[in-house]
Nanobody, 123 residues
Framework: QVQLVESGGGLVQAGGSLRLSCAAS????????MAWVRQVPGKGFEWVAL????????MYTDSVKGRFTISRDNAKNTVYLNMNNLRTEDTAIYYC????????????????WGQGTQVTVSS
């Protein structure tokens, strides 16, 4: 059974930075693409970023390009999301998720999810 546990969320002022971590257990982490997805309460999920199993391919939604960086350490079974120059519109619950396919941007194709970590950006 795959388990994903996020950490690193919090309250930050606009323009600030946060680093989210997602620790994985119970599965074959190093052959799986991993993603970050966010949700504003009352709204749907928004795909944020994805990294392939070896870490050689990174994909981002347009609104975070140049500000967020996804990375992974397969030795530690951990995926990260470095978030810089945060904006108020980045406020959301951030989830890490395991992708069924290598390069899927669809939350419907993620089969395991963490519990989420709240990121709040104040103006």
């Amino acid at each position: 059974q795959v388990q994903l546990v996020e950490s690193g969320g919090g309250l930050v002022q606009a323009g600030g930075s946060l680093r989210l971590s997602c620790a994985a257990s119970g599965g074959i982490f190093d052959i799986t693409s991993m993603a970050w997805v966010r949700q504003v309460p009352g709204k749907g999920f928004e795909w944020v970023a994805l990294i392939n199993s070896g870490g050689s391919v990174e994909m981002y939604t347009d609104s975070v390009k140049g500000r967020f960086t996804i990375s992974r350490d397969n030795a530690k079974n951990t995926v990260y999301l470095n978030m810089n120059n945060l904006r108020t519109e980045d406020t959301a619950i951030y989830y890490c998720a395991k992708s069924v396919f290598s390069y899927s941007r669809s939350a419907g194709q993620y089969d395991y999810w963490g519990q989420g970590t709240q990121v709040t950006v104040s103006s």
